[in-house]
């Protein structure tokens, strides 16, 4: 089945320690984000790709960065974790037409 | 970006009954949709309404929309307790961008 895959499902890093979270799609769509959910809050679109075009949003801090090295691969690096970083981090990917989104399972980041 | 607000934040209810939420929103829209969570996994779409129109059904499942009131109701009937979930309202206003609602937590008990 056509998917979204992010690995891993849970990530542990140490304060200040570099951390990529990756996602994989076999939807062929040419739109990924990457959102960041606190618990009990609202998904918050941190920077999305519309083919290879980086958009990235106003609030999002400078140590949360993305590469997408080709259509089926979208990276989320934190470069410095703090302890406010924890959080779930969902990648999700959509196509032309109505904007509908297709979620991975997430990946639940600890920070120690 | 605007948040959309929904309510109740939590509801309660006995397994057959039926659930309502609601959902407002600021900005003028193309679409609104519906999508839930599980707890500890992704969203997953449930049900788009165009601006142009009022009503639509799945399944189980009835969306309203009043743009004269920028408001959105979602309705599950026949509750499950499978149905238990946190559901979010997501609109979006053109691009590829949703913004979406706080969220409403449902818990169906059997």
């Known amino acids: 089945d056509a998917m979204v895959i992010q690995n891993p499902r849970y990530q542990v890093t140490q304060f200040g320690k570099p951390v990529t979270l990756s996602c994989s799609q076999t939807l062929n769509h040419n739109v990924m984000y990457w959102y960041q959910q606190k618990s009990s809050q609202a998904p918050k679109l941190l920077f999305h790709?519309?083919?290879?075009?980086?958009?990235n949003e106003a609030d999002t801090p400078d140590n949360f960065q993305s590469r997408r090295p080709n259509t089926s691969f979208c990276f989320l690096d934190i470069r410095s974790p703090g302890l406010g970083d924890a959080a779930m981090y969902l990648c999700?990917?959509?196509?032309?037409?109505?904007?509908?989104?297709?979620f991975g399972a997430g990946t639940r980041l600890s920070v120690l | 970006s605007q948040q959309g607000e929904e309510d109740p934040q939590a509801l309660s209810i006995q397994e057959g009954e039926n659930a309502t939420m609601n959902c407002s929103y600021k900005?003028?829209?193309?679409?609104l949709q519906w999508y839930r969570q599980n707890s500890g996994r992704g969203l997953v779409h449930l049900i788009l309404i165009r601006s142009n129109e009022r009503e639509k059904h799945s399944g189980r499942l009835r969306v309203t929309l009043d743009t004269s009131k920028k408001s959105s109701s979602l309705l599950i009937t026949a509750s499950r307790a499978a149905d238990t979930a946190s559901y979010f309202c997501a609109f979006g206003a053109g691009s590829y961008q949703l913004t979406f609602g706080k969220g409403t937590k449902l818990s169906v008990i059997p």
């Open positions: 900005t003028s829209i193309n679409n």
């Open positions: 790709y519309y083919d290879k075009d980086f958009n």
């Open positions: 999700a990917t959509s196509t032309n037409g109505e904007n509908i989104q297709y």
